[in-house]
């Protein structure tokens, strides 16, 4: 082999290896390809969907009571009890709608709420001198205790008979003209106290009587007048 031959075969190896290194470092650079994979499957595939969540209810709103249908609670009496009342709790006496025979009286001696007293002098309202009635110019209802057997209210000379007005209540209606003839100044010697002025300050005494009438208890109560 002459030098001719020897180089070429020199350049040939050198071509070669220059080749292959090539080779060598594509495929180390090389990054994989990730082909997906459809994967078919006979099983339907139900539609997405996107439905509102209904909004809870309201809640029920209370019917508001009217006045047909709002009762009160009558207030029980227990023995030894009494209490006082404007009839139909109206101070002023003006027309015939709360008259003794009336279905509104009825429904009011049923269903009226009162202020038990154990006391001798009892207040309906107050509103005056050493808490005297303001003015009253109405009919008195007397309410009593069944349990005492009340029999009858007795003012002046006149007597009157009482009605069932709720549960273990009776009740003695006294007439506004009846109550102003026995009204008189109030003393000292009543035991109620010395009013301001004597002209100002009044009383009226009712008598219950109890059981078989043998028991007389007196009621007392104040009025007052002015502007």
Known sequence: MNSADRRLLRWAFLAATLALACSC?????????IRATTVKSDAPVAASTTSAVPAPPDAPTPDAATPDTATSVPTP?????IALRYACNEKYKDDDRCAPSSEEYARWLAAVEL????ERLVEVEGGGPMGAEWNPSN????FAAEGDAPRSVRVGSKSFSGTAAGPGRI????????????E???RAADGFGTPPDRRWVKVVRMDLLLGQGREQRPVFFLTAYGE
Do not use: N
């Open 139 to 142: 009919d008195i209802v007397l």
């Open 25 to 33: 470092r594509e495929d180390v650079g090389a990054r994989p390809t």
């Open 77 to 81: 009496l227990q023995p030894g009890q």
């Open 171 to 182: 009740a003695f209606r006294v007439p506004l003209g009846v109550w102003k003839r026995v």
């Open 184 to 186: 008189r100044p109030l």
């Open 115 to 118: 202020r038990p007293s154990t």
